[in-house]
């Protein structure tokens, strides 16, 4: 089983709401991400987090807030986003972590974000 | 840096064969090779390592070239369920092993 899910799978919100998107896999893999799609562009890195603690964080703004409960489970808190932040919100997990060059990342099927 | 994919777009009849291109302007150590259909995630296809073989199942193949830090992913006897962006992934490189930096996608669309 190689399923990673995400919920919602379509969310829309207003520039002073607060909003969680969740993702989970049982795959038993060590190694959570984020990612932001937007629309004909290949998916751009967010964080990564290994063995439940944050490893990257590529220079995000602050309003974007991963939290990682436990091995399962990463969740992106959202607060005060602007309509530049509307994009498809994509998780994926891999069985090891950084810095296996052969460590293959599972996608889910992401949260279409529409920010009003 | 981004790898560079070529072609940009392509589009195929049934049957037909593709090339698609992905090259680094710095040293890889491993591409991963993904497909993702409109509004869908991205599915992994393969993974090629620096100093490995040419990996490859059913109709779809692909080859790493170390010299040239360059992967090819060819398409065999095209189908129209290969319909999608593919997109190469580096490690190595200015990412380092830890994470994959994704190409520039290649849409292809096979029409009957």
């Known amino acids: 089983d190689t399923e990673v899910t995400q919920t919602p799978k379509h969310l829309v919100m207003g520039m002073t709401n607060k909003k969680s998107l969740k993702c989970e896999q049982h795959?038993?893999?060590?190694?959570m991400y984020w990612y932001k799609q937007k629309a004909k562009k290949p998916p751009e890195l967010m964080f990564v987090?290994?063995?439940?603690?944050?490893?990257i964080n590529e220079s995000v703004p602050s309003r974007f807030s991963p939290e990682c409960p436990n091995s399962s489970l990463l969740n992106l808190h959202l607060h005060a986003l602007q309509p530049e932040d509307s994009a498809l919100y994509l998780c994926?997990?891999?069985?090891?972590?950084?810095?296996?060059?052969?460590?293959?990342?599972?996608f889910g099927p992401g949260t279409r974000l529409t920010v009003l | 840096q981004q790898p560079v994919q070529s072609p940009q777009a392509v589009i195929l009849r049934e049957g037909e064969d593709a090339v698609i291109n992905c090259s680094s302007s710095k040293a890889l150590y491993s591409v991963h090779w993904y497909r993702q259909k409109h509004g869908e995630a991205p599915v992994f296809l393969m993974i090629?390592?620096?100093?490995?073989e040419q990996k490859g199942h059913e109709k779809i193949s692909a080859s790493f070239n170390e010299k040239k830090q360059q992967s090819s992913l060819y398409l065999t006897a095209s189908q129209l369920s290969y319909s999608g962006t593919y997109f190469c992934?580096?490690?190595?490189?200015?990412?380092?092993?830890?994470?994959?930096?994704f190409g520039t996608g290649t849409k292809l669309q096979v029409i009957p």
């Open positions: 090629l390592l620096k100093g490995g």
């Open positions: 795959m038993g893999h060590r190694a």
């Open positions: 987090y290994s063995y439940e603690k944050l490893s």
């Open positions: 992934g580096t490690k190595g490189g200015s990412g380092g092993y830890q994470k994959v930096t």
């Open positions: 994926a997990s891999s069985q090891v972590g950084l810095a296996e060059p052969t460590d293959t990342q599972y």
